[in-house]
């Protein structure tokens, strides 16, 4: 074969199938061949245009799935027929000064998979070999595509603060980010709140782990929570600040509101909710490769699986407003082997 196809996104909300000429990978990368690869509401960087030039093709999706069949020059860790995974950070460069003090995700100088170098809505893939995360053999290329980067944020983020075994932890929302949250707060041995709106909700947090549930449109989510004793970490997954507002107010002492859901309005907080008990809020983007690799490894023994839709991978940009409509449940994958 000496093309492949992928489709480029240009402008706004505009997928184009196209046939692009196979190449030799570059010096530190490889190339590999997509078995799958998971839709993310980043997404919406590459195909709404949010980027710095939209009118340069880029093929979108970070959650990319497959088996190496090249590789390029100075790759010795890797080889042909291995199974690996690519995230949203592409592979940190190791030269920077963040790289050189050992933190990889906030390398200076580090593509992002599906914005600033093509992903994997596409038959083929590049990346840089430090990006690569082996994929074991227990994982399904459609299962393990959404936990390279939903399952990866959530499980980081459960690890930002200083929750014991035993101690109260909540998550906020049960979608696409939080559904893998609540399984991974309960594989940790942490006793789980799960703070959504609805109580039609409840059944469902129950059975994915949650040991409390809270109905953020009967009570306020902060008060239940102070009530429960105080969640010594809080997974902010929704996409709202205002939602996100009142739950500072139900952590316990030096407990930690960590933010992964990537709002348009702002967070605001009361200086003393924050000074009196010792509370922190930090953003959490996502893990190093290696990370990826634990986080792989901890899902295949705790059985900890994403809820997808499979997509065809001719029906791309169908999957993607399936995804943007909210009605998926929870993770919208394509599947490029089928």
Known sequence: MSTYRAFEATGVHNLRLVERELVDPQPGHVRLRVEACGICHTDVLAIEGLRADPSQPVVPGHEVVGVIDAVGAGVTAWQRGDRVGVGFLNGHCGECEPCRRGDFVNCLNQPQTGTTTDGGYAEVVYARASGLVRVPDGLSAVDAAPLLCAGLTTFTALQQGHARAGS???????????????????SLGHRVAAVARGEEKEALARKLGADEYIDSTAVD????????????????????????????????????LVVVGAAPDPLTVSTPDLIFGTRAIVGSLTGSSIENEDNLAFSLAHGIRPSVE??????????????LSGKARFRVVLDTAA
């Open 221 to 256: 989510p902060g008060e239940a929570l102070r009530d429960l004793g105080g969640a010594s970490i809080i997974v902010a997954t929704a996409t709202s600040g205002a939602s996100m507002n009142p739950l500072v107010r139900g952590l316990a002492p030096n407990g930690t």
């Open 310 to 323: 499979v997509v065809p991978f001719d029906r791309a940009m169908e999957g993607y407003e399936r995804m």
């Open 168 to 186: 109260l932890v909540a998550v906020q929302g049960i979608g696409g980010l939080g559904h893998l949250a609540l399984q991974y707060a309960r």
